[in-house]
C-alpha cells in the first residue's frame, strides 16, 4: 500500500529534489513550505499521513514548534533534517517526539533507509495490537478500540503514549527498564536517546496519574526502571 509523506521544507529547490526522490520511490508526497502550512496540512489530512519530513528551520514557526503541535495529538512518524549539528539541538528534538534525525548535507539512500525504518516500527506497533482489555485498580485499557478510562472517565492518548501504558500494563507490577521500555515501544534499531523514555513516562503520568482523588499507578523504582501498580 502506498505510503503519504507530508514533507515540510522552505527550500524549494530541495523540496522539489526530495519529493521526485519520494514519488519515485512510489510515495505520495504532499508538500508546505512554512510552519504554520504544515500543521495545517497535517490537521486536514491527517488520517492518510504516514511519515513526516520536517526541516527545523522554518518561516512562521520552526520545526520544532511544528513537532510539539503535532505531538499533542498524533505519534505519526517525525523526521527532522536541519543543517543545525549541535547535540542540543538533536537532544530537544528527540525528546520533543521526533523519531530520527538527520543532518544536512545527507545523501538520499540514508534518509530513504532512515524512513524505511521508522515505518516499519510504526507497523509493528499497529500490527501487534491485540483484541485485550486491561485492567488495573479503576484503570481499564481497551486495546482493541485504542480507549483508556479512569474511574469511568475518559483519557486521551497518543499512540506512543498508548503503547508504553499497554506494555506497562502488560507487564503489571514488574520493573521494566529504560532499555526493555525502548525495545518494546520505540523498537530495538531505535537510535535517539534513551531519556525518551522519561519524557514519556512523564507525559503519562500527568494524564493517568494526576487526577485529583486518585492514587498514583506509575512508580519510578530509582536505578532501576519503572512498573505500574497498585
Given at each position: 500500500m502506498?505510503k503519504?509523506?507530508?514533507?515540510?521544507?522552505?527550500?524549494?529547490?530541495?523540496?522539489?529534489?526530495?519529493?521526485e526522490?519520494?514519488?519515485?520511490?512510489?510515495?505520495q508526497v504532499l508538500?508546505?513550505?512554512d510552519?504554520?502550512?504544515?500543521?495545517?496540512?497535517?490537521?486536514?489530512?491527517?488520517a492518510?499521513?504516514?511519515?513526516i519530513?520536517?526541516?527545523?528551520?522554518?518561516?512562521?514557526?520552526?520545526?520544532?514548534?511544528v513537532l510539539?503541535?503535532?505531538?499533542?495529538?498524533?505519534d505519526?512518524?517525525?523526521?527532522?533534517?536541519?543543517?543545525?549539528d549541535y547535540?542540543?539541538?538533536?537532544?530537544?528534538?528527540?525528546t520533543?517526539?521526533?523519531?530520527?534525525?538527520?543532518?544536512?548535507p545527507?545523501?538520499?539512500?540514508?534518509?530513504?533507509?532512515?524512513m524505511?525504518?521508522?515505518?516499519?516500527r510504526s507497523r509493528?506497533?499497529?500490527?501487534s495490537e491485540?483484541?485485550d482489555l486491561?485492567?488495573?485498580d479503576?484503570?481499564?485499557?481497551?486495546?482493541?478500540?485504542q480507549?483508556?478510562?479512569?474511574?469511568?472517565k475518559?483519557?486521551q492518548?497518543?499512540q506512543?503514549e498508548?503503547h508504553l501504558?499497554?506494555?506497562?500494563?502488560?507487564?503489571?507490577?514488574?520493573?521494566?527498564?529504560?532499555?526493555e521500555?525502548?525495545d518494546?515501544?520505540?523498537?530495538?534499531d531505535?537510535t535517539?536517546?534513551?531519556n525518551?523514555v522519561?519524557?514519556?513516562i512523564r507525559?503519562?503520568?500527568?494524564?493517568?496519574?494526576r487526577?485529583?482523588?486518585?492514587?498514583?499507578?506509575i512508580h519510578t523504582?530509582?536505578?532501576?526502571?519503572?512498573?505500574?501498580?497498585?
Open positions: 502506498t503519504t509523506i507530508l514533507l515540510v521544507e522552505d527550500e524549494k529547490a530541495l523540496a522539489d529534489s526530495l519529493r526522490e519520494f514519488q519515485f520511490e512510489d510515495y508538500t508546505t513550505f510552519g504554520i502550512s504544515a500543521v495545517d496540512c497535517f490537521k486536514n489530512n491527517q492518510q499521513i504516514d511519515l519530513i520536517l526541516d527545523w528551520m522554518l518561516p512562521e514557526l520552526d520545526g520544532l514548534g510539539r503541535r503535532i505531538r499533542r495529538e498524533s505519526v512518524p517525525i523526521i527532522m533534517l536541519t543543517a543545525r547535540v542540543g539541538d538533536k537532544v530537544a528534538g528527540l520533543g517526539g521526533a523519531d530520527d534525525y538527520i543532518t544536512k545527507f545523501d538520499i539512500e540514508e534518509l530513504l533507509a532512515r524505511d525504518v521508522v515505518l516499519r509493528k506497533f499497529q500490527d491485540r483484541n486491561l485492567v488495573l479503576n484503570l481499564r485499557v481497551d486495546v482493541k478500540n480507549q483508556v478510562t479512569r474511574n469511568e475518559d483519557i492518548l497518543t506512543r498508548f501504558l499497554t506494555e506497562l500494563l502488560k507487564q503489571s507490577g514488574k520493573i521494566l527498564s529504560r532499555d521500555l525502548l518494546a515501544v520505540w523498537g530495538i531505535f535517539g536517546q534513551p525518551v522519561d519524557v514519556y507525559y503519562l503520568r500527568n494524564k493517568i496519574d487526577i485529583p482523588g486518585e492514587n498514583a499507578l523504582v530509582r536505578g532501576r526502571g519503572y512498573k505500574i501498580s497498585k
